[in-house]
């Protein structure tokens, strides 16, 4: 007699099989958890500085642990994340619109408030069109997935933001990465480009301004180069806009070349105080990325609240000029300390100041002094930076006090003698 049930050893055989695929897929987890691994021996001291929890934030002030310390680790640049004016708009847009929209910008999830602000914003940028995205890693994940098809090639610097690097990953065309600010190597890459594609549509990529080393992108000799070779040029604003050029409008506008700049990305999450991104460029550009680009068509739009709030800032931004001066000034104040003190800030040009350390336990440890100290910083190990070079990232807004920048400077300093990372007597 035949029977209906499945024989008990290819049940067993069957769960061994799928245990076995199992285990090979989460090998790497239970590797990351493994005692001997860094994670565990950096949670086992303390030392794990990620994923902390803030209890409250008024801008240059935060409590953690229960103790107040001074945020010198935030993008909120222009101080505006606690400004009444800024709260209010954020409130009153959740009374007329509600606190969300439930709904792609393709279909029921526009509001007259988004169109409002793609106005305002490609205006302010010196450009035809404005296209929002829900956050800052979308917008470029989604506009290089839109535009750069199977026939183009993206050059990418090899230092661009993460968002940036997964755009190239989604995108369907080759990817070629240049050295760090290096553009013989990108005309190498170019000029080879032309002998074995010839014809390929060219996308050049980079951040504005870089956001670990606060370094700005040779944006006069990229746009050379784009012209050269017939290349789209892109630049990644996220730490430009709000921060640097004439009125805050970024790289581009810093050097005057707003007009030879296709394509301006920003984000609303550092100086506007929101969350959200954008792309800027000319009309027929944006119309296209608006109907192609699956990040935009796919995803819920931005909520009432948060474009209210970038609204304001914007509005604040371009009545108050100040906020620019004194984000310089602090900037500038900040370098010169850091440097006086004896510590290698690289070549940061912007409010985005990194401070090497050395190896990264040294610089865990550095990390948990200073937020004992009363200073919240990042600290930015490998494989972000190389080997030997972990730092702190610091970053400044533009409402920090004159007492708060000396606060800083002299918890580094201290911290940094009992490290040995600078000298009693500075440099």
């Known amino acids: 007699m035949k029977s209906n049930s499945i024989p008990s050893a290819a049940v067993g055989g069957g769960e061994t099989a799928a245990l076995q695929a199992s285990a090979s897929l989460f090998d790497k987890c239970r590797e990351f958890l493994s005692p001997e691994g860094d994670y565990a021996v950096v949670r086992s001291q303390d030392l ?43 409130k009153t847009a959740i009374s007329n619109y509600g606190t969300g929209c439930t709904g792609s910008r393709f279909l029921n999830g526009t509001l007259d408030l988004h169109i409002q602000l793609e106005h305002e914003l490609a205006e302010f940028m010196g450009k035809e069109a404005c296209i929002l995205y829900s956050t800052g890693y979308m917008t ?19 230092d661009n933001h993460a968002c940036i690097v997964a755009g190239t990953q989604v995108a369907i065309a080759p990817t070629k990465r240049y050295r760090h600010n290096d553009l013989d190597h990108l005309r190498k890459l170019l000029e080879r480009s032309e002998e074995e594609t010839p014809g390929a549509g060219k996308l050049i990529v980079t951040d504005g301004v870089f956001s670990m080393s606060g370094v700005l992108a040779l944006v ?68 296209y990325i608006r109907h192609t680009s699956s990040a935009h068509i796919y995803s819920a739009s931005m909520p009432p609240a948060n474009v209210a709030t970038v609204l304001k800032c914007l509005e604040i931004l371009k009545a108050e000029p100040e906020r620019l001066e004194r984000l310089w000034e602090i900037s500038d104040y900040m370098r010169r300390g850091f440097k006086e003190l004896g510590f290698n800030v690289w070549t940061s040009q912007t409010p985005i100041i990194p401070v090497v350390i050395s190896d990264m336990m040294t610089s865990l440890k550095f990390w948990k002094d200073l937020l004992e100290a009363g200073v919240f910083v990042n600290p930015v190990v490998p494989p972000a930076v190389p080997r030997g070079q972990s730092l702190m990232r610091t970053s400044y807004m533009a409402t920090h006090t004159n007492d708060d920048l000396d606060y800083i400077l002299d918890a580094f300093r201290r911290v940094g003698i009992r490290h040995g990372i600078i000298s009693r007597n500075g440099v």
Request: zero cysteines; glycine letters at 12%; hydrophobic letters at 40%.
């Open 48 to 90: 794990y500085p990620y994923f902390r929890p803030i209890e409250r934030n008024d801008g240059t002030r935060a409590i953690i642990n229960g103790n107040e310390v001074i945020m010198a680790g935030s993008n909120n640049y222009l101080g505006l994340t606690s400004d009444p004016r800024v709260i209010e708009a954020a």
């Open 140 to 158: 470029n994940q989604g506009v290089i997935q839109a535009l750069a098809g199977k026939s183009d090639i993206i050059f990418s610097d090899k």
């Open 220 to 287: 006069p000799e990229l746009v050379d180069i784009a012209e050269q070779y017939g290349a789209a040029l892109m630049l990644d604003d996220a730490h430009a806009v709000g921060v640097i050029g004439p009125g805050g409008r970024g790289s581009a506008a810093f050097f005057d070349l707003t007009d030879r700049v296709d394509i301006t990305t920003g984000t609303f999450s550092k100086s506007f105080a929101s969350l959200g991104g954008f792309a800027a460029g000319n009309h027929s550009v944006i119309e």
